[in-house]
């Protein structure tokens, strides 16, 4: 008997996900994402400890078009998953765990996400403004 | 067969090897852990502004950048293991390749958070720059 064309639960193509489904993938992924920021930053410390030309080496990637949109990435990626586990964290003591509730926290996080992101680059930006 | 052994024949044989807990605990411990240090990484290489080689290797050197920076470097490779490990073991079902992959997962986080910790060490402690 084929077993492989069975329909699986839910049925990803049709089933529209709710935001705390989509939420719930999104803390993988990007806690996956972030296991690739934490490898570049541990380069750049690296070369920085080889010497300057090697650190001219990595830091001319970070520094150029394709690095600093993938560090914006990295850093809504961080402050989502940052947002995104202290919610996990409030489930862990107990709190929230109504529909409605879950909702919401899903929205408070992606809206702290976001205002957190624009804070750093705001900083970044200010201070390199200032420099 | 089953029902001549007890309830409690049947958990002590099969039941969790008691070390599950210790995972999911740890995953809480270090993201509580990670929430200053996370915040402190990200606003304080965001205000040096010049990324350049003197800046940066000026920025590790501070004695309380560098604590920060090696409690950050262990503290996220060990959640970062954690996470990654049950991502595996969701979606790998092949048994060996599990085995493998959490493996090599392993080596390679505790490869880059030594690796990290020692260049750290090294900028921090170095005569030169």
Known sequence: MATDSRPLSPHLQIYRLPLTVILSISHRI????????????????AAAAAGPDAYAGVHGHVAAWYGQLLTFAFTFALFFHFCNGIRHLAWDMGYGFDYATTHNTALIALGAAAGLTLLLWIVVIATRWGA | MMALRTPLRAALGLGAAKAGFSHWWLQRVT??????????????????????????????QAPLVTVLLMLMLVTLFYHLQLGLRVIIEDYVHVEWMKLVGILTMN??????SVLGVVAVLKIALGAGA
């Open chain 1, 30 to 45: 990007s806690g996956a994402l972030l296991g690739v920021g934490a490898f570049v930053f541990v380069l750049l410390v």
């Open chain 2, 31 to 60: 993201s509580v852990a990670l929430i200053p240090l996370m915040l402190w990484f990200a606003f304080s290489v965001a205000s040096f502004g010049d990324m350049r080689y003197v800046a940066f290797v000026g920025w590790v």
């Open chain 2, 107 to 112: 080596f390679i986080c505790v490869f880059l």
